[in-house]
């Protein structure tokens, strides 16, 4: 397994990308969608993560930055043949530490409330995340939960 800075130039990454927002809008009502398209991940301040294993994505993630000290966790997504592999683990344990180098001292996230994301909540939760008030743009919705960590 390799986990690559992405400039999601390639068909199968935008494949993947597309599934997930899909996904999160037949889970979550429109105004509650949070979900950076390819052009959103595309944007400035956002930096891409791939992981490739036997030559396929098999997940992703990415950090888009707020401030010179905030950044915010997007796209976190494993393949959902490989949930439970220890993919998310190893990628989350990988871009904290690129947030760290990158001189962020917190990392935050939003992810849904729903039963479907209690495996992510519980994951971030592992990392040291704690739940906290609605940041950057967003306002409270109870189909969101909002996380944090300190770096």
Do not use: N
Request: a neutral charge; hydrophobic letters at 40%.
């Amino acid at each position: 397994m390799k986990i690559v800075v992405d400039d999601l130039s390639g068909a199968e990454i935008a494949g993947f990308l597309d599934e997930h927002v899909r996904q999160m809008r037949s889970i979550t009502p429109p105004d509650s969608k949070h979900a950076l398209d390819l052009d959103g991940l595309r944007g400035p301040g956002v930096t891409f993560w791939s992981v490739l294993d036997g030559g396929g994505v098999v997940g992703c993630g990415a950090i888009k930055r707020l401030d010179a000290g905030h950044a915010e966790l997007k796209s976190m997504r494993t393949s959902p043949a490989l949930k439970r592999s220890g993919i998310a683990s190893r990628l989350l344990e990988h871009i904290i530490a690129e947030a760290r180098a990158m001189g962020f001292a917190r990392l935050s996230l939003e992810t849904g409330s729903a039963e479907f994301f209690l495996p992510a909540r519980r994951l971030y939760e592992k990392f040291g995340f704690v739940h906290c008030e609605p940041f950057a743009d967003y306002r409270p919705d109870v189909h969101s939960t909002f996380m944090t960590k300190v770096l």
